[in-house]
């Protein structure tokens, strides 16, 4: 954990590389501005700024450790888009603009894609994930993979956030001894130092919202399968590519270009509460769930007040029942079963069609694990629980089916009954893992700032495929409250 030799070394050329760019934290727009501007800063200008921060700050004593590692045709991709530009050509608001992905995207470059294990490090992937396919047709340059959360938080009973193998711990740039969260951390810290403005996470439950929420930046998950999961290293089919961002709209701009369509900024309007019914889960929820005293009262005050000033910019506020009413300990036992089988599945097919890696199988991960990692590293007893199991396909298709009507039923009575646009949670309600079990999209904004120098956040949330309505609400209160932050790198860990 963080010691006082952390303390004591803090703010010394920390801030350095942030106070001398023009750069950090800004947005895709305001890079986009930049790049468009008479005699305005180059893509490869942005990319090299990019590049030093993370060497500077991120895997400095006080940085995040965000980054597995950084792309070294980066700045030659740059320089070929700056021509573009130079000739008349732009292809869009994403054309020069710096971005990272989650360790699970496959790149054709000198990169590795392993989920952060040691396990698949070897031959790089001979093919670009689909959705990069379409971001490198906007004008993206990725600058790097980031570190997440091992295997997608499936190997260890008690996993530790943000850990892998490769990388080690990820931090809170925030409170560097605080929660990271995980799957998908490295892509949040990236976003959170301001480090480029759009990082790529994959959500299975929670993995885009939970690091969103603790590192303080936008996380967008939309409907399971809007976005293309081909070419992506999933866990489950539940998976689904998400983003991170400073600001709603380069989120609703990031899933324009992933789509390859236009109509997600459209509703990002000053008025865009006025009239929207929005129902909100109670604050008792909170006291069912796993967290401090001390954070149900901050996170309750800032919900409370981010309840007012929804009603204010004219949302109309229905009040419903805790969102896991009703729903029995068999259908959480049968969702896990029908998670844990698919990431089996999935996992082994991965494995014996990548060429060039050193496991070619789940068992034979496991067995790589024991041979050749110290003894720091988590346990393993997720993955030996995971590959013990017997399932059959019939089988496992027949609890989807269940559980997934069930999950999305949840979510589909209150929208129906209260006639609702969306629906809006504390984060430490856990709404998410209902949103992601039943496939539904939901954002992540932030709310404040707790007593410890910690992020808060609200859970915005609707039916499938209404992507564009959850933008246009995130956005309203976004503009409402500007409650990003930049980090403070304080050290330590918060008070209990």
């Known amino acids: 954990m963080i010691g006082s030799g952390l303390e004591a070394g803090w703010n010394t050329g920390l801030f350095d590389a942030l106070a001398n760019s023009p750069h950090a934290y800004k947005s895709i727009g305001e890079l986009a501005a930049a790049m468009s501007s008479p005699n305005g800063v180059t893509s490869d200008a942005l990319v090299r700024d990019s590049l030093l921060r993370i060497a500077k700050t991120d895997k400095g004593l006080q940085g995040g450790n965000a980054f597995l590692e950084v792309n070294r045709d980066a700045c030659k991709h740059a320089r070929k888009l700056d021509r573009e530009r130079a000739s008349g050509c732009v292809r869009g608001l994403l054309h020069g603009i710096p971005i990272a992905l989650k360790d699970v995207f496959e790149t054709k470059d000198k990169m590795q894609t392993s989920a952060g294990s040691k396990a698949l490090v070897g031959q790089p992937a001979v093919q670009n994930a689909k959705v990069l396919d379409s971001l490198l047709k906007a004008g993206v340059v990725i600058v790097g993979k980031t570190n997440m959360s091992e295997l997608s938080n499936f190997r260890s009973d008690a996993p530790v956030n943000g850990w892998s193998s490769r990388g080690g711990q990820t931090l809170n740039p925030h409170r560097l001894g605080g929660e990271a969260a995980g799957s998908s951390t490295g892509s949040a810290v990236a976003v959170a ?278 933008l246009s609400v995130a956005y309203g209160y976004e503009q409402a409250s500007l409650e990003i932050r930049e980090p403070a790198f304080v050290p330590g860990l918060p008070a209990l």
């Open 193 to 470: 130092q301001g480090l480029v403005p759009l990082a790529l996470g994959v959500e299975t439950n929670g993995s885009i919202i939970t690091p969103a929420a603790y590192n303080g930046v936008i996380g967008f998950k939309p409907t399971q399968g809007l976005v293309s999961t081909e070419g992506v290293m999933t866990s489950s089919r539940q998976d689904t590519v998400g983003t991170f961002t400073r600001n709603v709209r380069d989120a609703a701009h990031a899933l324009d270009a992933m789509t390859e369509t236009n109509p997600y900024t459209r509703g990002l309007m000053p008025d865009a509460l006025m009239g929207k019914r929005i129902g909100y889960t109670p604050v008792p929820e909170l006291s069912a769930q796993k967290v401090t005293d001390a954070d149900k009262r901050a996170d309750t005050k800032h919900f409370e007040d981010a309840l007012m000033l929804l009603r204010g910019k004219g949302a109309i506020m229905v009040p419903l029942g805790p969102l896991d009413e009703g729903v029995s300990d068999d259908t959480y036992d049968s969702y896990g079963l029908a998670l844990y089988s698919d990431v089996k599945q999935k996992l082994n097919v991965y494995l014996a069609g990548r060429k060039g890696l050193p496991v070619k199988s789940l068992a034979e991960l496991i067995d790589f694990n024991e041979r050749n990692e110290g003894s720091d590293a988590p346990d393993q007893n997720q993955l030996i629980m995971i590959e013990g199991l017997d399932v059959s396909e019939e089988r496992r298709e027949e609890l989807w089916a269940v559980v997934s009507k069930t999950f999305k039923n949840i979510l589909d009575k209150p929208l129906a009954d209260h006639r609702l646009d969306a629906m809006v949670s504390n984060f430490l309600s856990n709404s998410y893992y209902f949103v992601a079990a039943a496939g539904y999209p939901g954002i992540c904004v932030p709310s404040g700032m707790d007593d410890e120098g910690m992020p808060t956040a609200l859970h915005f949330y609707g039916p499938c495929l209404s992507e564009a309505t959850l």
